[in-house]
């Protein structure tokens, strides 16, 4: 809808197709001949009365005042725009801090509309606001403001009294050595087909009667009145900056009340003459410009306004701003001014305006040095303007010297005013603890190949973190994600390094070492068969080249359900098999980190061969029965020998 609304005032405001290239055609001489003159003072949205000339320490608000009357009234004003040339090594447009701001300190307005309720007036200012009106202003080249008002209903009005179109806020950019102008121009009042109104409207000429008149070479126009070499009133007026004779980038507009033609060819007329306020020999943005019809180098009867306006003396520099910020800690600031003033003072503390960004200020009541401004204190959870710690801040000093000179440092919604202004200045800070890096990795301890996990997601920040970077030490590209994998190809000692960044730049780092193990040496020695019953003895040998590894335990599986867990110091190992067979010998070394090795050997146990008896079996059998024969004998000799004996 904007787009619309302002492709509208573009089309009613710039030159519609009757003036292209055509001589404007003046009415009758007997008709009234109206002004736009420029207030250098302009105190309100209904102050009409022109003071051409000004001397002023500070900003100025020029207003452009149409002088219609009961008598001279302008009918069927459907839209209107004006152009206010200036210098810009003197002014810069902006409207300077107000009361009125809908933020703390905040500009007012630049463009102020009139906003007259007399009788034969337009409230120009209501009506824009009742949305029964369009109007915005555009600057296409410093020194150079084209205001533009156009109604949005089908309705014109007449103006039939002293009315105020606008007024424009200009701030101090230095003191220049001489007297200021700034002129209007470009003057346009449409109907509602977009078609000029017949009335003649020209600048005003308060402060050009019998002004002398300096030529400038360069003040050239574009000769639309069927090239007769002659400049017309309503042909364009440019400046040839580079004087080659074209309309090109770097020339300034004088005065446009026509469209613009691609690349047109600039003429000269000797009798386009400037007004040479500041006495260097040349034409300066914002200088008078009149059509010297007579050629007596004074502006006087029968010559034609093409610029005119107000002259303005400034007696003040401005003050520039500066100041200096220290650090205390994550959250905490302070901030000392620098400020100077050429040619006045800076009141302590009236002179200083704070701007801390999140929401706190300090106006008028330190002065020049704030010393530890906590942002955690104001921004816990957020900050008064809805800001969080963990981010930019934008912190702005404006300075006022004696003479009231300043700048605006803030907009109405609080953003940053950019310009060369220099009674403003301002410094972003990162107001965070910034990143913390950090990370685990699994497993442990890794063997060779494994791939090993690194995660920096426990890394925090009061901001964003947004890139990680691996280096594993060993030579490899680094990864540049939050978890990443990694295997190691040699075993030993490796510096794993993190790095990350925030979205305010803080870098954090952290380091860890990582052991990437070597498989355990392990030797067995013993005999490969044995018989049951006897007693086997293994002889064992391990060690570790993985650094600050050690051989904790060695478990030895003998193959029949035994297990012996020895010692990682242990040399020998020994068990005795009752049943005879093929046995698998398993032996694993383990170390302090959990690595194992393990070999195998197999075991052949037998049982003993069987043994000759020293007497054959009969022998065995035979010994006893013999004995015993031997025994009965004897026991029968023993009874015949006392029957014998009685016989006798």
């Not at 020049?368 to 963990?390: E, F, Q, R, V």
């Not at 005013?417 to 699994?442: E, L, M």
């Not at 939050?482 to 979205?503: E, F, M, Q, R, S």
């Not at 355990?520 to 003895?537: R, Y």
Request: charged share 10%.
């Amino acid at each position: 809808m904007r787009k619309i609304r302002i492709l509208t005032c573009l089309v009613i405001l710039i030159m519609v197709a009757p003036l292209l290239f055509s001589h404007y055609i003046r009415p009758a001489a007997a008709a009234p001949v109206f002004t736009v003159d420029l207030d250098a003072n302009s105190i309100s949205q209904t102050d009409t009365a022109v003071q051409s000339s000004f001397t002023t320490t500070k900003s100025i608000r020029v207003g452009a005042i149409i002088n219609a009357t009961g008598t001279d009234t302008i009918p069927n004003i459907f839209g209107w725009q004006i152009q206010i040339n200036y210098d810009p090594t003197v002014f810069v447009l902006q409207g300077d801090p107000a009361v009125s701001s809908t933020y703390p300190d905040g500009a007012d307005n630049t463009m102020k509309l009139g906003a007259q309720i007399t009788a034969g007036t337009v409230n120009w200012a209501a009506k824009v606001a009742s949305n029964q009106a369009f109007a915005s202003f555009t600057t296409p080249v410093p020194g150079r403001i084209l205001v533009f008002f156009t109604l949005q209903t089908p309705s014109p009005v007449t103006l039939s009294a002293r009315t105020l179109l606008a007024n424009i806020n200009f701030e101090l950019l230095s003191k220049p050595a001489s007297p200021t102008s700034l002129t209007v121009s470009s003057i346009l009042f449409v109907d509602p087909s977009g078609a000029p109104l017949p009335q003649t409207i020209i600048p005003g000429i308060l402060n050009l009667n019998t002004s002398t008149l300096s030529t400038d070479p360069k003040i050239k126009f574009i000769d639309a009145n069927t090239n007769n070499g002659v400049w017309d009133p309503g042909e364009i007026v440019v400046y040839d900056a580079n004087n080659n004779g074209m309309r090109d980038n770097g020339d300034f507009l004088i005065s446009q009340t026509a469209f613009l033609p691609l690349n047109p060819v600039l003429v000269s007329d000797p009798k386009l003459k400037f007004v040479d306020t500041n006495a260097n020999g040349h034409w300066d943005p914002g200088e008078a410009v009149a059509y010297d019809s007579n050629a007596d180098n004074t502006f006087n009867s029968g010559d034609i306004a093409i610029a005119a306006g107000a002259v303005v003396t400034i007696t003040n520099d401005p003050p520039h701003a500066s100041f200096t910020t220290t650090k205390n800690s994550a959250y905490v600031f302070s901030f000392n001014s620098t400020s100077t003033d050429s040619d006045g003072t800076i009141a302590n503390p009236a002179g200083y305006y704070w701007d801390f960004g999140d929401g706190t200020f300090d106006r008028a009541t330190t002065g020049p040095s704030i010393s530890n401004h906590d942002y955690s204190t104001n921004c816990t959870p957020t900050c008064p303007n809805g800001a969080s710690l963990g981010a930019y801040f934008t912190v702005t000093l404006r300075v006022v010297d004696n003479g009231g000179a300043t700048g605006s440092a803030r907009a109405s919604d609080g953003t940053e005013i950019i310009n060369n202004q220099p009674s403003h200045t301002s410094q972003t800070i990162a107001v965070s603890v910034g990143p913390v890096a950090g990370f685990t990795h699994a497993p442990t301890v890794p063997s060779l190949g494994d791939a090993v996990t690194f995660d920096a997601s426990s890394s925090t920040d009061d901001a964003s973190i947004t890139s990680y970077s691996w280096s594993f030490g060993d030579g490899s590209p680094n990864a540049t994600s939050v978890t990443t994998t990694h295997a190691y190809a040699a075993g030993g000692l490796y510096t794993v390094k993190l790095a990350v960044v925030d979205n305010l730049g803080n870098v954090s780092s952290t380091t860890q070492t990582i052991i990437v193990a070597t498989p355990l040496s392990l030797q067995i020695t013993g005999p490969t068969a044995a018989e049951t019953g006897t007693t086997v003895t293994l002889n064992l040998s391990a060690s570790s080249a993985t650094p600050g590894g050690s051989v904790a335990t060695l478990k030895v599986d003998w193959g029949d359900g035994k297990i012996d867990t020895l010692s990682g110091t242990s040399t020998t190992a020994t068990h005795t098999y009752s049943t005879a067979g093929n046995y698998n010998v398993t032996v694993t070394a383990t170390d302090n980190y959990g690595k194992s090795t393990v070999k195998t050997q197999t075991l052949a146990i037998t049982a003993p061969a069987p043994q000759q008896p020293a007497f054959p079996i009969w022998a065995l059998i035979a010994i006893p029965i013999v004995a015993i024969v031997a025994a009965g004998i004897l026991l029968l000799r023993r009874r015949r020998k006392p029957a014998t004996q009685q016989s006798q």
